[in-house]
């Protein structure tokens, strides 16, 4: 394991990953550093605690946004390359979250607004 020190929002912290695995952390660190930054320069948020969870859901959705759409090209290629016949009789999965936790995930991103109230939205 290596140990690295980090700077993310202008504090230092010393991070351990597996050897050969430092680049990937620091592409980590860069996204999270720059998340982080782009709130509170939008200048609702101060609270580095309330920073560091809006950044970390803001990366969160996008990543779900990411692995749907992931999901969706590939649903679309395998639909594609079957059959009608073998389409009907086994049907097929287009997105990677059905309708109902779109909504879920929909009213979740809406409760979180509320409870920030003046701190600032989520998206």
Known sequence: MKQIEVQILQQSYLLTCPEGHESRL???????????????DAGKVRARERIAVLAALNLAFEIADREAADLAAGAAAKTASTTI??????????????DEDQQRLHALVQRLDQALGDDGRLL
Do not use: F, K, Y
Not at 26 to 40: C, H, K, N, Q
Not at 85 to 98: D, M, R
């Open 26 to 40: 620091l592409d980590a660190v860069e996204r999270v550093d720059t998340a982080m930054i782009r709130i509170r």
């Open 85 to 98: 016949a073998t389409a009907a009789s086994t049907g097929t999965q287009e997105t990677l979250l059905p």
